[in-house]
Structures are given as C-alpha cells and as structure tokens.
T-cell receptor, first 119, second 114 residues
Framework: AQKVTQAQTEISVVEKEDVTLDCVYE???????LFWYKQPPSGELVFLIR??????QNEISGRYSWNFQKSTSSFNFTITASQVVDSAVYFC????????????????FGTGTLLAVQP | GAGVSQSPRYKVTKRGQDVALRCDPI?????LYWYRQALGQGPEFLTY????????KSGLPNDRFSAERPEGSISTLTIQRTEQRDSAMYRC????????????FGPGTRLTVT
C-alpha cells in the first residue's frame, strides 16, 4: 500500500536558520509523483512542487530546495534562511500514475509538519 | 484568474440532517477531486471526476456520501443523515486535464455536526 510518513510533527526555529522537513514514502509503483503543499495559518493548501520518479535531480527555487533520493525513498524539503512567513504546516504527498500517464489520481498525504519560525 | 471556490465556507447542522457542499473548479479544469481533512491530519481522498464521469469513489466512507458533477463543471458532495463523526474540513481541488499534475485546492467547507 502507498504511504507517506512525515515523522517530524513540529519544528521550531529562529528566523534565518535553515530547516529541513523530512518525507519518506512507500509505493510499489515504478512510476509515481511526489508533491509538497504548504498550509499557512489561513488554512488554504498551496502547491509548492511536483517531482516525478524518473527525475532525481535536486531542485532549487529561491530559498526552497528539494532533495529526492529513490534509494532511501525520501523527498526532503529545505528552507534556507527561514522567515516568519514560512510558518505553516507542510504536507508531503504521493500520487500514482493515472490512466493517461498524468498524476491526476488521488493524492496520499502525510500527516504534515508544523513549522514555527520565531522572530 | 479565479481559483477553486467552495460554498458554504462554514456549515453547522444537526445530526440526521442532509448537507450539500458545492465546489466550483477553476474554469477549464477537467479533473475535480474531493478530500476530507480532519484536524491535525493531511487531506484524505474521497472521490474524483474527469469531466462529468466519476472515475474513482473508493474513498467515500459509506453510502451516506455521494458526489456528482452533472455538467462537468460544478460538483456537489452530499452527505445524508449526517453523524458527528462527519465533522471535518471538506476540500475540493481541480487540475487542468488528465495529463496534468498539480491539484489546486479550494478554501474548504468546515462542516460541524452537532
């Protein structure tokens, strides 16, 4: 069965510290997609990134970076020089390939990591 | 452009009543999804549509839950004979097409069953 584990329930850092959020997944599929979503205190779910199982290159977007390692089934998310606005719950999710090759079937979410960035 | 919208944003109902939750996806989005999110948990899949066809309803907890999308745009999730355990945030998401990947979520409907 597919599963996503976010072992860190809560993390608290001081502004400007770097922080890494861990995500470990389980799947029997050879093709799959991984996602990160952000849920700020206002409650909406904001898409951050999608990565397919064939692309193990790390990705950087501004202060955000993602480290995908198939060997350890992990897709970790690092925020560099954290800011108060980064305070949110972060969800990692996994999707199997749909009938048409896109990851449009159900997303399986982890339980989330609450990140609190103190000023 | 406008994102996914859901109504009502908050719904309080008495046990045993039926409720209908509405989702209006991003214009032109083919795929529409319903999730339920309990407090402190990640969203859990309920059902999904491509156009008007319900492709997967494996996540619906029981036959009190149903969903439709008759014209391939707006969708309604209906819960009959509500129970207290149905209290949760109900989220809708849409994606552009079957070959597309990102699901964009609406603000959710907070359902409280008293």
């Amino acid at each position: 069965a597919q599963k996503v584990t976010q072992a860190q329930t809560e993390i608290s850092v001081v502004e400007k510290e770097d922080v890494t959020l861990d995500c470990v997944y389980e799947t029997r599929d050879t093709t799959y997609y991984l996602f990160w979503y952000k849920q700020p205190p206002s409650g909406e779910l904001v898409f951050l990134i999608r990565r397919n199982s064939f692309d193990e290159q790390n990705e950087i977007s501004g202060r955000y970076s993602w480290n995908f390692q198939k060997s350890t089934s992990s897709f970790n998310f690092t925020i560099t020089a954290s800011q108060v606005v980064d305070s949110a719950v972060y969800f990692c999710a996994l999707s199997e390939v749909g009938n048409y090759g896109g990851a449009t079937n159900k997303l399986i979410f982890g339980t989330g990591t609450l990140l609190a960035v103190q000023p | 452009g406008a994102g996914v919208s859901q109504s009502p944003r908050y719904k309080v109902t008495k046990r045993g009543q039926d409720v209908a939750l509405r989702c209006d996806p991003i214009s032109g989005h083919v795929s529409l999804y319903w999730y339920r999110q309990a407090l402190g948990q990640g969203p859990e899949f309920l059902t999904y549509f491509n156009y008007e066809a319900q492709q997967d309803k494996s996540g619906l907890p029981n036959d009190r839950f149903s969903a439709e999308r008759p014209e391939g745009s707006i969708s309604t999730l209906t819960i009959q004979r509500t129970e207290q355990r149905d209290s949760a945030m109900y989220r809708c998401a849409s994606s552009f097409e079957q070959g597309s990947y990102e699901q964009y979520f609406g603000p959710g409907t907070r359902l409280t069953v008293t």
